[in-house]
C-alpha cells in the first residue's frame, strides 16, 4: 500500500460518523444501527507481516524482552477472540453476529502483531495452551469487554509514557499505534453494546445482568490485586499487556502524570467518533477521583 493509502485507513479508523442526523436514544434501532456498523466502517486493514519491526540497540533489546508480559499478551489475545467467537455464535441477529466476528478477527490479528514481535526480537515463549471458551459466553464476552475498557486506557496512557521516557523507541510505539487504536473502537463497540443489551432486554432480567456486570468487576479487581502482588499461576489471566507493562514500568513512572496523560490520550482517541456513541465512563471516573488524592513527584534540582 502507498503511504497516501495508508495514511487514509488510519485516518478512517478514527473518524467516523453515523449518516443519520437528531438525537439517538441508547436501545433505539438508529443506536443498533450505529454499534453495529462501527467496527467494519472504521476498520483499518494494515497486515501484521507487512508491519515494520525497528531494529533496536542492544541495551532497548534486553529491556524489551525482558519484560514479563509477553506470553500473557499472546494468551489474553487468543481468549478474547474465542470468547468472542462463541458468543457470535449465540447471537440471533445476523449484524450483531458480523459485528462480533469482524472483533474476533482483530483480537486474533493482535494476536499475530505480538506473534510476530516476539520472532523479530527473538523472545522466548512458553508453548500456547489450548483454550476452551466458558459455558456462559455471555459472561465470557463480558470479561473479555471490560478488562479492555480497563486496559485499554492505560494502554493510553502507557505507550505515550513509554514514547516520551524512551522506554520504547518511538519506531516501536508507532508500529503497535493501530492496535491500540484498534482496541479503543472495541470498547466503544463494546460500551454501546452494553447500554444497548440493557435497554431491549425484559424488565425481569435487569437485576439479574446487573449482578453480572458487578460479578465480572469483581472477578477483574481480585486478578489485578494478583498481578500487583506478584500472585503466580495467572499466566492465563484476562489482564492484557497494558497492565502487566504498566507494572513493569512502575519504577519510571510518576502516577500522577501517568493518570494526567492517560485521561487526555482517551478524550483525544474518542475525540473523532460520532459523540452520539456512548464512552466508556468507568475508568476516566475512577481515574479522576485517583488523582485527587495524588501530587506528581518532585524533581529534585542540584545546585
Known sequence: MSEAVIAQADFNSRHWRYPVAGRIRPGADAHFEMLTRLLAETYNPYKPAVLDWPKLEPETLARITSLPIWDIAVQTEIKAAA?????????RSDKLRAALNHMADEEARHRDVLSRLVAAYDIPMQPEAPYEPPRDTEWGFMVTGYSECVDSFF????FEMARQSGFFPPELVDTFEPVVQEEGRHILFFTNWIAWHKATM????????LLKVAAVWGFLIWERIGIARGVDG????DANFTVNGTKA????MDPAKLIDICLAEDKKRMAGYDERLLRPTTMPRLARLARRFMRPKQVLKHA
Not at 202 to 209: I, V
Not at 234 to 237: D, F, I, M, R, S
Open 234 to 237: 495467572l499466566e492465563a489471566g
Open 249 to 252: 514500568l512502575a519504577d519510571e
Open 155 to 158: 494502554a493510553y496512557g502507557l
Open 83 to 91: 470468547r468472542i467467537r462463541a458468543f457470535a455464535r449465540t447471537v
Open 202 to 209: 425484559p424488565l425481569w432480567r435487569r437485576p439479574y445482568f
